[in-house]
Nanobody, 124 residues
Framework: QVQLVESGGGSVQPGGSLRLSCAAS????????MGWFRQAPGKEREFVAV????????YYANSVKGRFTISRDNAKNTVYLQMNSLKPEDTAIYYC?????????????????WGQGTQVTVSS
């Protein structure tokens, strides 16, 4: 059974940092692009970042560019999202996802495996 399991969420004050992890099991995703999405209360799920299969290429939503960094460790079948300078508007459930392709984009329809999500709350 293929699973993507996110961890590392929590509550943090504005300006703080969190590092999310997404561990895959059931198959390797070393040849697949991996992405992070988020969904805030009352809003649609939105793209955050994507990393190519080799880690050589990344792409970010404008809202997180310069603050978030996506990375991966294919030996561990794990993708990460380092989040710095967090803002209240970053509060959301964060999901990791895998696409069948080596290079992914920002559309959720490109991704066919999804985790259950981890809550991130930024509040003073």
């Amino acid at each position: 059974q293929v699973q993507l399991v996110e961890s590392g969420g929590g509550s943090v004050q504005p300006g703080g940092s969190l590092r999310l992890s997404c561990a895959a099991s059931g198959r390797t995703f070393s040849n697949n692009a991996m992405g992070w999405f988020r969904q805030a209360p009352g809003k649609e799920r939105e793209f955050v970042a994507v990393i190519a299969w080799s880690g050589s290429s990344t792409y970010y939503a404008n809202s997180v560019k310069g603050r978030f960094t996506i990375s991966r460790d294919n030996a561990k079948n794990t993708v990460y999202l380092q989040m710095n300078s967090l803002k209240p508007e970053d509060t959301a459930i964060y999901y990791c996802a895998a696409t069948p392709a080596r290079y992914g984009g920002s559309r959720s329809s490109e991704y066919n495996y999804w985790g259950q999500g981890t809550q991130v709350t930024v509040s003073s």
